[in-house]
């Protein structure tokens, strides 16, 4: 009988999660050149990306937005159209 090595026996994941299969696909510094580039990868909570629904275009329309709003200017009476 073989003695199973070490990392074997202390491995805790489960047999269906086989990180050779798994990241045999994977490509070593796919993102480098980007973040030497300065993108900035920022991580949105759970509650904000589903808002957003995967779409970078809508996330970035969005912070443009706000900044916009930054540069109103709010006086000490605003004055509303009446209706």
């Known amino acids: 009988m073989k003695k199973k090595r070490k990392s074997e026996m202390d491995d805790e994941l489960r047999p269906e999660y086989d990180l050779h299969e798994l990241l045999k696909r994977g490509v070593r510094g796919k993102?480098?050149?980007?973040?030497?580039?300065?993108?900035?990868?920022?991580?949105?909570?759970?509650?904000?990306?589903?808002?957003?629904?995967?779409?970078?275009?809508?996330?970035?329309?969005?912070?443009?937005?706000?900044?916009e709003m930054t540069k109103v200017p709010v006086g000490k009476k605003q004055q509303f159209a009446k209706s």
């Not at 050149?33 to 970078?56: H, S």
């Open 31 to 67: 993102y480098a050149e980007r973040y030497r580039a300065g993108t900035n990868l920022v991580l949105l909570a759970p509650d904000v990306a589903k808002a957003f629904a995967n779409n970078a275009e809508a996330v970035n329309d969005a912070l443009r937005l706000v900044i």
